[in-house]
């Protein structure tokens, strides 16, 4: 049996409408709600996100990430046996956006389903398909991190319309007999349910509740910095490595000082740590894989690198994934 799974190649996709902080300010202004570019780079070091249109779903996302992701493997579609979507944004209520973008990169058979922890949808997504890959369950696995959060933002709240973009990330990971993967730590805390939270659902074809998302954000922050370090430590742990061995923290982009103050508490140089937020704002499920990619693509994460990848949003769920690139 396979002892490992690794990440064979990595991809990602930015919708082309780029709004900057100061262009949805703007925007923001003509409905009478006040911001500013100041604010929002002082708060969290966002200073620009993109927006899908209307008629793209988050399935259409992860599809050019998905394909990016293959070309960087030197894979075809009709090599992968696996297919986990990690998304709070999904195209439908069902199917899965795993199943729709199976069908969209021309396969079938293998299994598709999506991941639903919300910011920390990719680590268990990843954590999934591991398992499943060193059980023999799947030998090519895509997962893809895929987000519309546009659709379920409320444009008047200024105290969250501000944090989130839209985006996609995905790697392609692989049965091998080198690490790869190194440990895993997942968690959930439902009594949390009310601080970060979409609180509406469809039910007899109308909208029961509120479809738009609600965040105590300081709440969301204090707990935030706590459980990354805390499974930051219990992954090292279980990996048998120290912190010293980390040459790239990817914790989820949802605000700098979240990223700094983990990095600081695991006493790791702030240029071990990667960040796109500026560029990204809070993508979700899809923050992580977009921050992987683009730190392989800037030459920053190289093959044998050892990476910290955290994740932590609504459930409140968090976790963490040490590899070996
Ligand atoms: O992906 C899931 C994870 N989510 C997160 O990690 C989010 C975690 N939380 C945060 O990142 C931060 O708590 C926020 C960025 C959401 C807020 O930053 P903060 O430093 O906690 O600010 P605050 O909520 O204490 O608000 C400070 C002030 C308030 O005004 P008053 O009451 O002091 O007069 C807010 O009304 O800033 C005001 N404010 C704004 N002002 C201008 C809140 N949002 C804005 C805004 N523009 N967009």
Redesign the pocket.
């Known amino acids: 049996m396979t002892k490992y799974s690794r990440i064979t190649g990595t991809g990602s996709y930015l919708p082309p409408k780029r709004v900057t902080n100061a262009e949805l300010a703007a925007q923001l202004a003509a409905d009478g709600v ?3 570019d100041q ?2 780079v002082e ?2 070091g966002i200073r620009a996100r993109h927006f899908a249109e209307a008629d793209v779903t988050s399935s259409d996302l992860g599809l050019h990430a998905a394909r990016s992701a293959l070309e960087a493997a030197g894979r075809q579609p009709s090599d992968i046996d696996l297919i986990i979507v990690a998304t709070s944004t999904p195209d439908m209520v069902f199917p899965s956006s795993a199943a729709i973008l199976q069908h969209k990169l021309g396969i079938a058979g293998c299994p598709a389903f999506d991941v639903q922890a ?2 920390s949808g990719f680590v268990y997504a990843l954590t999934v398909a591991d398992a499943m890959i060193r059980t023999g369950s799947a030998s090519k696995a895509l997962v893809i991190g895929a987000e519309v959060f546009s659709r379920i933002l409320d444009f008047k709240d ?3 319309c ?2 989130f973009g839209d985006g996609a990330g995905a790697v392609v990971l692989e049965a091998s007999d080198t690490p790869g993967i190194l440990a895993t730590d997942l968690h959930a805390d439902g009594k949390y349910v009310g601080i ?1 939270c979409v609180p509406g659902n469809v039910s007899g074809g109308k909208v029961l509740g509120d479809p738009l998302l609600k ?1 105590d ?2 709440a ?2 204090k707990l ?1 910095v706590g459980v990354l370090e805390e499974s930051a430590r219990a992954t090292l742990q279980k990996a048998g490595r120290t912190e010293a061995d980390i040459d790239w923290l990817i914790p ?1 982009q ?2 700098i ?2 990223m700094q103050g983990t990095a600081k508490k695991l006493k790791l140089p702030m240029d071990k740590l990667v960040v796109t937020v500026d560029q990204h704002g ?1 993508t ?1 499920a899809a923050s992580i894989p977009l921050a992987l990619d683009a730190a392989v693509r800037k030459g920053q994460v190289k093959k044998g690198d050892t990476l910290m990848l955290e994740g ?3 459930g409140f769920t968090w976790g963490a994934v040490l590899l070996d690139f």
């Open positions: 006040e911001t500013s604010w929002i708060r969290t919300v910011c200024r105290t969250t501000v944090l970060l965040m954000g300081q969301v922050f935030a989820h949802a605000n000082r979240i809070n979700s932590v949003g609504g």
